[in-house]
């Protein structure tokens, strides 16, 4: 990989220049909601505290540590702009995440807002920027809501059950970058295997009225929050001075060039097909990305007016297949025996962010060494530096959205646009291999029975078909599933015999929509029926594991021992491999969290078992099934 992808904070879409602005800033909580009203924006309280970005309040690592919620917070600094970057170029401030809404003044001037609190949004600043000083200006505006997407997010005064302190305001990077006038604003990258090809969809901006004719009008780009339609208006005449523009990708393996092709760059959106088959550089005539073997391309992307590169960026695709084929999934055409492990990404002092990015490397690294081969990422959508690594070392991915807790208008409506946004942000991470938008009936709880929730869901299944048709999409992960394409059970049995008689021999039952198990759920909604999907059970273990303490949390008896654990973890995960039918599992859950202690590492994410031990029982060979960890 280009050594310069390495901290960029959206690492498919890398240029050589840009500025972090994580680090110290003035923040203040604002629990009348008088800030914009007494002008904060311009000119920030002088009673203020300062905060480490990204870090929110109520964490350790933010400097101030009150877990108390506050509806209202501000953030203020100043970021140096030199002249350069301000003559014919953009300046673009990107969010990796802020929760729930955040506004943005530029020296004292309004700018724009966004609603949601997981996915990445961008805001042009060029025009209210100067050379030299200015003012970044932030409120962040949250709430207890369960209307919202809010994923693990507690919504009451105290922690309870498995929910945790909630999140308030910024919480990933916060950076700048300064672009051209025309640049590069995403990239979709869809493998063919089958046909040895890359498909590639550029989503190109244009800021300036002598490029061709829709280039100029914006469209097809994805125009940051803040920027204006008359930024891109055409002048009278331009149509001569066009020159000739277009885009071109050049494809490296391990320093090799593998191909290049070129477009004519007549639109905001352009759309391309380059073969990678090369059977001169490999026998197979193109390099597959497997967990094994996790074999990823170079990308470099130009976009050129007469010959001259006017933007450059870089990025990197693995090529792979997933389907779903007589009751199993596939992997480049091979049966996929998926051993996940339920990650909800939370750190002792830090919560929801990141301590840093080899924290990140560590966990994903630990969990290979215990013999998992991918992560269902629950209730959050993870910093992308996370997806990153995962794509480097061959760590499967289900990404989940953060979940609502009520059924309304405003629910549906803030869950649906933030989830589009997160299935685009993300798509081209050869990692991720499922989509999972909804968890247990959390935010459609009647959705066994009501017809509007099952509509929603269904909905839902259809608008992430629409821009991703490669990987499968889980509706309602746990029970009570409407349209899926697989069929994913939670169950916390302790007894290892009890789990397999109980699902050895009743597989029609325990796909109808009677209970199934001893949680009294029911695998299907009422009027949808199993239609021969995959099974994987999606949730079960989460052996607590620890002294005892008042107020831990876990499900079923707690341990106190590893030999307990360790006797117990074997007999209910040999179970699961003992039956034929079942293609794969998802322990809960990575790391202790708070008051719930059924992790495998301890809040600090240190190993609470040997992890060698561990490994063995994930690796070893139960019934028909044949598991090699190594491949």
Excluded at 355 to 371: C, F, H, Q, R, Y
Excluded at 494 to 519: N, P, T
Aim: net charge negative; hydrophobic share 35%; proline share 4%.
């Amino acid at each position: 990989m280009k050594s310069y992808i390495k901290d960029y904070p959206r690492p498919q879409l890398v240029r050589r220049s840009w500025t972090n602005l994580n680090g110290s800033w003035s923040f203040r909580f604002d629990d009348g909601d008088c800030g914009e009203q007494q002008e904060w924006y311009a000119a920030f309280p002088e009673e203020h505290r300062e905060i480490q970005v990204p870090f929110t309040y109520e964490t350790k690592l933010s400097g101030i540590g009150e877990t108390e919620h506050h509806a209202q917070v501000w953030y203020e600094r100043t970021v140096e702009v030199a002249q350069t970057e301000l003559e014919g170029r953009r300046v673009l401030l990107h969010f990796e995440g802020s929760d729930f809404v955040t506004k943005l003044w530029v020296n004292g001037v309004y700018v724009g807002l966004h609603r949601g609190g997981y996915a990445r949004f961008t805001f042009d600043i060029t025009r209210y920027l100067r050379a030299g000083q200015n003012r970044l200006t932030v409120k962040a505006e949250d709430s207890m809501s369960i209307e919202q997407p809010r994923g693990k997010q507690r919504w009451m005064k105290d922690s309870f059950g498995c929910w945790y302190v909630q999140t308030t305001g910024i919480w990933k990077t916060v950076w700048m970058e300064s672009v051209a006038e025309v640049y590069l604003a995403g990239l979709k990258l869809t493998p063919d295997v089958e046909n040895h090809q890359i498909r590639i969809e550029y989503s190109v901006e244009s800021c300036i009225g002598d490029t061709p004719s829709d280039v100029a009008a914006g469209v097809g780009g994805q125009r940051p929050a803040g920027a204006k339609s008359g930024d891109s208006q055409r002048p009278a005449g331009a149509e001569s001075e066009a020159g000739r523009w277009s885009i071109e990708a050049e494809i490296e393996y391990d320093g090799v060039q593998i191909n290049r092709s070129s477009k004519a760059l007549t639109g905001g959106t352009v759309e391309d097909v380059v073969s990678v088959f090369r059977p001169d550089v490999t026998p197979w005539g193109v390099y597959r990305w497997t967990p094994a073997h996790p074999e990823l391309y170079d990308l470099t992307i130009r976009i050129l007016r007469d010959g001259e590169v006017v933007d450059e960026v870089f990025s990197y695709f693995g090529m792979r297949e997933i389907r779903i084929e007589a009751g199993n999934i596939l992997l480049n055409g091979e049966p996929l025996y998926q051993r996940l492990i339920l990650d909800q990404g939370y750190w002792e002092d830090s919560h929801l962010t990141p301590p840093s990015e080899e924290a990140l490397v560590d966990d994903i690294d630990k969990l290979l060494a215990m013999g998992y081969n991918g992560v269902r990422k629950h209730m959050k959508i993870e910093d992308e530096r996370f997806l990153y690594w995962c794509d480097v070392k061959g760590l499967l991915v289900w990404s989940e959205m953060a979940a609502t807790y009520a059924f309304s208008d405003n629910a549906v409506q803030e869950f649906t646009v933030e989830w589009m946004e997160i299935v685009r942000q993300n798509y081209s991470h050869p990692c991720i291999i499922t989509w999972t938008p909804f968890n247990e009936s959390w935010g459609v709880p009647q959705i066994k029975i009501n017809q509007k929730q099952q509509d929603f869901t269904q909905a839902i299944y259809y608008l992430t078909k629409s821009m991703d048709s490669m990987r499968p999409v889980i509706v309602n992960d746990g029970w009570e599933h409407t349209i899926s394409d697989i069929i994913t059970l939670h169950d916390y049995e302790e007894d290892g015999e009890v789990f397999f008689e109980r699902y050895a021999e009743h597989l029609e039952k325990l796909m109808s929509s009677e209970i199934y198990h001893s949680q009294f759920k029911s695998s299907m909604a009422e009027g949808f029926a199993y239609a021969g999907q995959p099974i994987i059970i999606s949730e079960y273990g989460g052996i607590a594991f620890s002294g005892g303490k008042e107020g831990d949390w876990g499900y079923g008896n707690t341990v106190s021992t590893q030999e307990e654990f360790l006797a117990r973890f074997d007999r209910i995960t040999t179970a699961i491999k003992r039956i034929p039918y079942i293609t794969g599992y998802c322990y809960t859950q990575v790391s202790d969290v708070q008051q719930e202690i059924n992790g495998l590492l301890d809040a600090g994410h240190e190993y609470k078992l040997p992890p060698e031990k561990i490994r063995a029982i994930n690796c070893k060979e139960a019934g028909l099934r044949r598991i090699n960890c190594e491949q």
